[in-house]
């Protein structure tokens, strides 16, 4: 006897991705102001806002991250892990070209201390993927789905013509 199984599509992201993604991001915010805060105090505001700016840097680019790899894993399962390396492989190479673009621009000589600018994309970074871990565990994403009850069809019973059987081994 075969059942029939439901193929819907699961949507263009897991359930729970997006809840997963902005806690991921409000941990590294959070992360982020207060880093600003110790540096503001110690060192003096182009620390704050470099804490600030590196923060703000690596949410933007782990957000788009993320939510490319979900939307192509929802669309397309198969190409989700060539997706997630090259995404990866993007992010550090963006990362990379912010810094660049940051120093031509002329901003890591005063109004932004390029140390805290590095320390807020390590710190950013780092609460970021242990929020994402975390949270992602403490999502319930179901392996597979059952398929739908109808109804209109009855429970399958035992057929009667089969005798009760001993239990195996039993004489």
């Known amino acids: 006897m075969t059942t029939e199984s439901t193929q819907a599509p699961r949507g263009a992201a897991a359930p729970g991705s997006v809840t997963v993604l902005l806690g991921a991001a409000v941990a590294a915010l959070v992360a982020g102001l207060v880093l600003a805060l110790v540096g503001g105090t110690t060192t003096g505001t182009a620390a704050a806002f470099g804490a600030v700016a590196g923060t703000l840097l690596v949410v933007v680019v782990l957000a788009a991250g993320a939510l490319t790899v979900g ?3 929802g669309a397309l399962p198969t190409a989700s892990l060539l997706v997630a390396l090259l995404t990866y492989t993007l992010q550090v190479l963006l990362l990379g070209l912010a810094f660049l673009a940051l120093r031509d621009s002329g901003l890591l000589d005063g109004t932004l201390d ?10 950013g970074t780092l609460v970021w993927l242990v929020a994402q871990v975390v949270l992602t565990v403490r999502v319930r994403i179901p392996v597979y789905d059952l398929p739908a009850s109808s109804p209109t069809q009855p429970a399958p019973s035992p057929s009667p013509a089969a005798p009760e059987a001993p239990e195996a081994g039993a004489r």
């Open 71 to 73: 939307l192509v894993a």
């Open 114 to 123: 390029p140390r805290w600018v590095a320390g807020g994309v390590v710190a």
